[in-house]
């Protein structure tokens, strides 16, 4: 369950490979129309500096013609020319934004300046003496130049016959185009350097706003797979309280639904003992009793049954002892491992002596053995020395040797169980910690010893591991944090 929540809580800020990520999602959001507002921005202001550089183009030109247009003169039915080569190479003088005129009558037949000006658009009604503006094209291939032109209409000649002429002036269009590329190169530097403090300052708001998320996730992160107590976020915004309400709300729920499985293991394994032991006591009177070999024959059976189911219901116990909320409950203190260790093993040597197995111990003691101790329950630690001298003798098999060792490793000590049995396969070395689990049919275990090691270990801040052995066997190894190391 809680690894569940890890899974949906790792999909945040952070996060996440195979999700999306919300920071990524609300920057994307915020910072989208930012660009489009900054392309609109740029776009707008393009066409606006181009109007206005044509409206100076076009004033320009404009009086440009007017001032070609006075020195076109008529005198009756003709026309005076007075345009010096001064005022034509002032009018030509700059090549980099060249001028360029023509001079018709009637309208299309060349009389003056260039005659390759672009033909002004039909204009309908024809106004005389007031400029038309519009853009063109002149020369060819790579020469070919756009330009902005001036058209102004002229009428002359006698009343009874009259005529009209014709006066362009045009100018190239990249000036313009300059003009606005730098008007929006100074207006688009600045507006690009806020929005880009912009998109900072947005980013380090997400990042702020989604920092009481994060803080979840590494609470929940941080915790053991069967630590169900509550979240605290007490200065998290309204929203995350919510949140984190919700999962509190699932976590006790959780936590009641596994406290009532643990009530009942705990209470059926205790309910259970005492007629199991008492049948154990039966079947055993019994098998003194009687002399009919086939009813002895299915005494012992019964006989086995029931010492099995009592040691099935004693590990239960002993499971029920070891979880969380029971081993808080009960006092630490400090433990001389080696000591302890010592102990247990006198204790198994009556059973390891029946079974035929060579049982010792190898270790520290005296005044060396105090750096041996650690902080933790006796009891607890006693049951999983047990579990592990117990496993040895039921699996090492008649004539082995099995060996009990404590010792330093840095900061921490080391309770190693080896014997030179048939072993574990390597591929069933991490399967025999789970509940239940056994790796062969042999012997009459119940498949939750190594289980009990593996949860009083972690429970003491330690682990628990299996490795072979030289030249064949099994190394069971506990390492737990030593005392003040």
Request: aromatic fraction near 4%; include cysteine.
């Amino acid at each position: 369950m809680l690894d569940s929540l890890k899974r949906a809580l790792h999909q945040l800020p952070g996060v996440t490979p195979s999700g999306s990520s919300l920071h990524r999602h609300l920057l994307l959001w915020l910072l989208l129309p930012q660009l489009v507002l900054w392309l609109a921005g740029a776009f707008f202001t393009y066409n606006l500096t181009a109007r206005y550089a044509n409206q100076a183009i076009d004033a320009s030109l404009s009086t440009a013609s007017k001032a070609l247009a006075r020195q076109v003169k008529p005198i009756g039915n003709g026309l005076f020319i007075d345009f010096p080569k001064a005022a034509q190479d002032i009018i030509e003088a700059d090549p980099d934004d060249r001028v360029y005129y023509m001079v018709s009558t009637p309208p299309g037949q060349f009389i003056l300046g260039n005659n390759h000006l672009p033909t002004p658009p039909a204009i309908a009604p024809l106004r005389l003496g007031q400029p038309y503006f519009y853009d063109g094209s002149m020369g060819e291939g790579s020469k070919r130049v756009d330009v902005r032109v001036a058209a102004l209409y002229l009428s002359y000649g006698e009343a009874d016959t009259p005529q009209s002429m014709l006066v362009q002036v045009a100018r190239s269009r990249a000036s313009r185009e300059q003009l606005a590329g730098r008007i929006l190169l100074d207006t688009a530097l600045p507006l690009s350097v806020l929005i880009a403090l912009m998109s900072m300052i947005v980013w380090a708001g997400i990042r702020a706003g989604l920092a009481p998320l994060a803080r979840m996730r590494a609470l929940v992160e941080n915790r053991g797979p069967n630590d169900l107590a509550p979240l605290k976020l007490e200065a998290a915004p309204r929203e995350v309280h919510a949140l984190a309400k919700a999962i509190n709300t699932l976590l006790a729920a959780v936590h009641e639904s596994v406290s009532g499985q643990r009530r009942f293991i705990s209470d059926a394994a205790h309910q259970l003992r005492t007629p199991l032991a008492g049948l154990k006591s039966q079947t055993e009177l019994a098998l003194n009793e009687t002399v009919d070999p086939a009813l002895q024959a299915r005494l012992q059976r019964v006989h086995e049954s029931a010492t099995r189911s009592a040691h099935l219901v004693n590990q239960l116990l002993t499971l029920a002892r070891a979880e969380p909320e029971s081993a808080s409950a009960q006092g630490r203190g400090r433990v001389d491992l080696a000591r302890l260790a010592g102990e247990v093993t006198a204790e198994w040597v009556p059973r390891a002596r029946q079974a035929g197995i060579d049982l010792g111990i190898e270790g520290l003691d005296g005044e060396a053995g105090a750096s041996l101790a650690v902080t933790g329950n006796a009891l607890l630690l006693r049951e999983a020395i047990a579990n592990l001298v117990d496993n040895a003798l039921r699996y090492a098999g008649r004539g082995s040797t099995v060996t009990v060792r404590a010792r330093p490793l840095g900061h921490d000590v080391l309770l190693e169980v080896e014997d030179n049995g048939p072993g574990i396969a390597p591929a069933d070395r991490e399967r025999v910690f789970e509940r239940f689990a056994r790796a062969t049919l042999q012997g009459d275990g119940c498949g939750l010893g190594l289980a009990i090691v593996k949860e009083i270990a972690e429970r003491h801040g330690g682990h628990v591991a299996l490795e072979g052995a030289v030249p064949r066997g099994l190394r069971v190894v506990m390492q737990l944090p030593r005392l003040g190391g």
